[in-house]
């Protein structure tokens, strides 16, 4: 009968499964918000690197205005992503009569920012919205660090019609790669196929047609300048992490991923790459004729690819030229911004514990003595009706209550 009873009950949770929870659900909301309180728009901030964007499709149906955290709590309740150099619209112009709460007095519209299907609730190239209603089963999807618009894993165009044996993850489904450059933007970044095979994020293959070392890595090490010869262009086009080149560029002979030995001078050139690096590290240059790529595939980049892109002047004008400068740009990153919203949020927890602490030093000796009694009282109290509870039983508000009610009656006791 008992154990019928456990059977159709509701599932239980610790008390520390349930702080874990709740500590994990807190970190994820501050990492997608970066850090953000959502206590003041941040229009004054102009032109932001990244932050939180919310659409509200009932003050702009047209999807061609976004708002910041504070203004979707305050003004807006929408569905939120991260956008790059973007400045908050809530009340401007698009929004009609209507008018930001906190911060009334902006431009009538923002030129610099940029819009896509996205903030109609339109995702990937087949349109749908996320989650999509019609759906029985919810896809993965994932951003392009380029229009930064997110697809769905099977529509992504790799060759084969298991897309997901193709998308570079180890045996875990965690992936392998940092950025994702969907088939649309490869062609704007198709000069990132000079670069050697290190650069890449390689798919998944079977044990027979991969090579691995005692660590089962199967890319070479780029920071050593080091790559295996083992690794050929056929090999890593069936990776299909990397787009096939064809042709080659006037004036220029064997910098493709062909020559082993200009894959190991890029390879080191970029191991010592710096900001202010004066030598181009492909020997090219790209505000020449385009590099060919003999069928648009999706890209998928290796950690740390930014770091290593050549920064000498001229691949710096064809960034900018290409509107692609914020590829050198380390804040860009989602990564950076995650980064950057745990600090904030290690930030606040040590100011919370500094107020607590600040509370109990400001407290003299007397009341100090009442606060840890208190405290002592409670964790008896509680250990008690632990001990005694039936934990066949679910916890009840009643039983809640009921603790305090005896700590109330214990204190009233007291002299």
Known sequence: MADAFEEEGEPTVSIHEYLNEVEEQELEADLVLGGD??????????????????????????????????????????????????????????????????FPNKDPENSENSYNHNFKGAYCTCGRPYPDPDANEQVEMIQCCICEDWFHENHIALDSNETSEEIPRDEEGEPLYEDFICQACAVICSFLTLYPPSFWAQARQSDSTVNTNKEGNTLGNMSSGKIEDETSSQSIEKGSAIPPVSGSLSGQKDLFLGEASDENRIVHQCAQNTDLSPKCIIGIDLRGPEVALEKNKPMFLSKNWRDLLCRCVTC???????????????????????????????EKLQQQEGVDLNFLNKLGHAEKMEVLSGIADMKNELRSFLESFDSSKPVTSADVHQVFENLAKKRRRLP
């Open 316 to 346: 710096k004008e064809f960034y900018i030229q290409k509107g692609i400068g914020y590829l050198i740009d380390r804040e860009d990153t989602i990564m950076e911004y995650e980064k950057i919203a745990k600090q904030k949020r290690e």
């Open 37 to 102: 309180e959502g206590k003041e728009c941040t229009y004054e901030k102009g032109y932001m690197k990244r932050q939180a964007i919310f659409s509200c499709l009932t003050c702009t149906p047209d999807g061609n205005a976004g708002v910041c955290t504070a203004c979707s709590l305050s003004c807006h309740d929408g569905h939120e992503w991260t956008k790059r150099n973007f400045r908050c619209d809530c009340g401007n112009s698009k929004f009609g009569v209507f008018f930001c709460k906190l």
